[in-house]
């Protein structure tokens, strides 16, 4: 998953998150799922992002019952196991190149998506 527009812009914010259902091996994403979104206008919080994360996870085709992941950058450094308390099945930081893939692509997604919005 992935969250864009965490910045102030003409005094709003619109952040949209992008949650990537995605089949990998180690090395490459085998083939994409579903990808679910949500947007917000409030401000970046930790709550804020926890909820809209959830928002878009939820808003996936099916659930996953693969890990969440996403950088540590998205929920401000704090630990996996704080985060992860928010989120089923599980959540965990980027570990492997297709995990980092599909961040990117969840990236992509919702840069695009907010593009939309706006």
Known sequence: MDISG???EDGEY???AAAV???VDPSRIRSVEGIGFAAVREGPTLEA????VADAVGNLPEPPSCPIVSEHGEFYEEPAARIGVSFQPEFKYVESISERETVQAAHHAAYAARGLLR
Not at 49 to 52: E, G, K, P, R, S
Request: without cysteine.
């Open 49 to 52: 992002t926890v909820a809209l």
């Open 14 to 16: 619109l952040m949209v």
């Open 6 to 8: 965490r910045h102030e």
């Open 21 to 23: 259902h995605a089949r």
